[in-house]
């Protein structure tokens, strides 16, 4: 492949996915890759509508953020105390839902993680907002 000074170059080439060691081309790749990311992102938000709040932390330790319409009003909009009491809620009913199901079982459902023999409720943010 030549580029425009007919100069050779590798072209794009599929990497295999694994850390990158070399702190000049992991900064590189972070920076291309978080560029993309908030690309997609914004393609996201204008054509579905979509309210969109990103935070990535860079290996260097630095904070970057995208939001649409701002990462501020997206976060604000959640009331931390209020969030609480929902997941609490939602936690008792799927506990009360159980216990009418048959007991403590040892599956776990789609919207659970299980870590080191614990299992954690997840929640979208619907539920958090509480837009079920």
């Known amino acids: 492949m030549e580029n425009s000074n007919g100069k050779k170059t590798l072209g794009r080439r599929k990497i295999p996915m694994r850390k990158i060691e070399k702190k000049s081309s992991l900064q590189v790749a972070f920076t291309k890759r978080r560029g993309g990311l908030f690309r997609k992102a914004t393609e996201l ?20 953020a995208f939001g649409h319409p701002s990462v501020a009003a997206l976060i604000d909009r959640i009331d ?53």
């Open 45 to 64: 938000s204008i054509l579905c509508g979509a309210e969109v709040a990103i935070l990535v932390q860079s290996p260097a330790q630095k904070l970057y």
């Open 80 to 132: 931390p105390i209020e969030a609480a009491m929902k997941m609490l809620e939602a936690e008792k009913r799927r506990s009360t839902e159980k216990e009418i199901k048959g007991g403590d079982q040892a599956a776990f459902s789609s919207n659970q993680v299980k870590i080191n023999d614990h299992i954690i409720p997840t929640y979208t943010l619907d539920q958090i907002w509480g837009r079920d």
